[in-house]
């Protein structure tokens, strides 16, 4: 259950990680390919609540659904406005 709540609390930084390190990249093309990673962070979080909740470590949370959800969006509208050819 650590690592479950240690990845929640770095989901709440990820978005101002992709942001500063996303900053740092030489391109359009190469800041795109790097929310994409952010984004597959994202799915694997998603992958492990599930597998805790199948587990019984977990009960649903509005709240972290509605954060997941939200930083879901964020990545996807980056990741729209720098993969434009």
């Given amino acids: 259950m650590y690592l479950f709540f240690r990845e929640y609390s770095?989901?709440?930084w990820q978005k101002e990680?992709?942001?500063s390190e996303g900053a740092a990249r030489s391109?359009?093309?190469e800041y795109a390919h790097?929310?994409?990673?952010a984004r597959g962070s994202l799915a694997e979080l998603?992958?492990?609540i599930q597998i805790a909740k199948m587990?019984?470590?977990y009960t649903e949370s509005e709240e972290i659904n509605k954060n997941l959800n939200?930083?879901?969006?964020l990545l996807t509208g980056l990741y729209k406005k720098w993969?434009?050819?």
């Fill in 34 to 37: 790097f929310i994409s990673i």
């Fill in 17 to 19: 990680n992709v942001k």
């Fill in 46 to 48: 998603n992958t492990q």
């Fill in 10 to 12: 770095c989901l709440s």
């Fill in 27 to 29: 391109g359009q093309k």
């Fill in 83 to 85: 993969n434009k050819s």
């Fill in 55 to 57: 587990l019984g470590y």
């Fill in 70 to 73: 939200r930083l879901g969006r």
